[in-house]
């Protein structure tokens, strides 16, 4: 049997004891390298790393010309110190470059009610949103924030790029797979240097296509279901054969 491991994340909800929960005589299959090298280095288990895959039926690019200064994130709150999503941070560099853009729009989406944002910001809230608004909001936004502290994967980073929406991130570990600093995307730890990663993209039209290109070619190569199925189905086919004696 297998068991799929999307993320570790032992001090936020079952303590120490979830990783008892893996060590069950399972093969396990996981999505990002950290998720593997973390179950490898701390409870010596080795796992078989495959890939999500994105839909790009559902989520592509559309070509036009994007208007203001429009900033896309996700807001899923986490109250206190295992604010694991970063929501406090990106509200500090919205903040940040609002002193610097005037004009500046903030479009969050998630499940419920919209965060609170100081009435200068002009904020718009996406709740429940349906995929097409998703992708249309990725397509018209200067560039996708996401201020994770942690993730398995990082889903809406990857769907940002298959939209050729510039992303700016910090490292969150799961997302290291696919957002990498001057290659695919920006990137900071520190709210200056998140601030400036903004700053680059929202002064350059040319840094903003260039981002979105290269992010949209990493994430298409990447992530296409057909082949994450494929290799998936090999590894499952190899683990249901009888060994060989």
């Known amino acids: 049997g297998c068991y799929f491991a999307q993320d570790i994340d032992e001090e936020t909800y079952l303590g120490a ?3 008892t929960t893996y ?4 093969n396990i299959v996981t999505t990002s390298n950290w998720v593997a090298s973390h179950l490898l280095n701390k409870y010596g288990m080795v796992a078989h790393k495959g890939n999500l895959g994105i839909d790009f039926n559902i989520f592509y690019p559309t070509i036009g010309v994007k208007q203001g200064i429009k900033i896309f994130t996700t807001y899923r709150p986490q109250a206190g110190p295992n604010d694991l999503k970063g929501w406090e941070k990106t509200l500090l560099v919205i903040i940040e470059l609002q002193k610097f853009y005037k004009n500046i729009q903030l479009i969050t989406f998630g499940t419920g009610e919209g965060p609170n944002i100081p009435n200068e910001i002009l904020h718009t809230h996406l709740c429940k949103p349906t995929n097409e608004q998703i992708r249309k909001a990725y397509c018209d936004s200067t560039l996708f924030l996401f201020t994770s502290k942690h993730e398995g994967f990082g889903l809406p980073a990857a769907e940002a790029m298959a939209c050729e929406c510039p992303v700016v991130s910090t490292y969150a570990q799961g997302n ?13 730890t520190t709210l200056e240097e998140l601030v400036s990663c903004c700053k ?21 190569k990447n992530y296409q279901w057909d082949d994450v199925i494929r290799k998936l189905g090999k590894y499952y086919e190899g683990i249901s054969k009888p060994p060989i004696r």
């Open 17 to 19: 004891s979830r990783g």
């Open 23 to 26: 060590d069950l005589g399972l």
């Open 176 to 188: 290291e797979d696919f957002c990498k600093h001057q290659t695919t995307c920006l990137m900071g």
């Open 200 to 220: 680059i993209l929202i002064n350059s039209k040319g840094i903003q296509g260039y981002y979105g290109k290269v992010g949209y070619d990493f994430v298409i």
